[in-house]
């Protein structure tokens, strides 16, 4: 059954940086538009990135300038390169495949990754 699987996510201080990788099994998602958004305990799942087929990109408005949404389509992977982290950005992070409407809102999509958890410490 296809599925996205994410990794890279850890433990960074802040400031420090990692790139998160959000891979496609069992489909190719060239042809789709790809988000990022990120959870923490108790509140709603929010977005972060999205990159169109063609590349294409948006932000959420804190993560612009430090956050990079990229893909390569011959590796069906797209990445999230954080730099600059935040205590802020700690959450829990997933992908997904963009299916119809309003790119910044979470039921837009279908298929979702498993999450990767991201913590930051000050």
């Known amino acids: 059954q296809a599925h996205l699987v994410e990794s890279g996510g850890g433990l960074v201080q802040a400031g420090g940086s990692l790139k998160l990788s959000c891979a496609a099994v069992?489909?190719?998602?060239?042809?789709?538009?790809v988000g990022w958004f990120r959870q923490t305990p108790g509140k709603e799942r929010e977005f972060v990135a999205y990159?169109?087929?063609?590349?294409?990109?948006y932000y959420k408005d804190s993560v612009k300038g430090r956050f990079t949404i990229s893909r390569d389509n011959a590796k069906n992977t797209v990445y999230l390169q954080m730099n600059g982290l935040k205590p802020e950005d700690t959450a829990v992070y997933y992908c997904?495949?963009?299916?119809?409407?309003?790119?910044?809102?979470?039921?837009?999509?279908?298929?979702w990754g498993q999450g990767t958890q991201v913590t930051v410490s000050s």
């Open positions: 997904a495949v963009h299916s119809r409407g309003i790119y910044y809102i979470s039921t837009s999509y279908n298929y």
């Open positions: 990159i169109t087929w063609r590349g294409d990109t």
């Open positions: 069992g489909r190719t998602f060239s042809a789709n538009a």
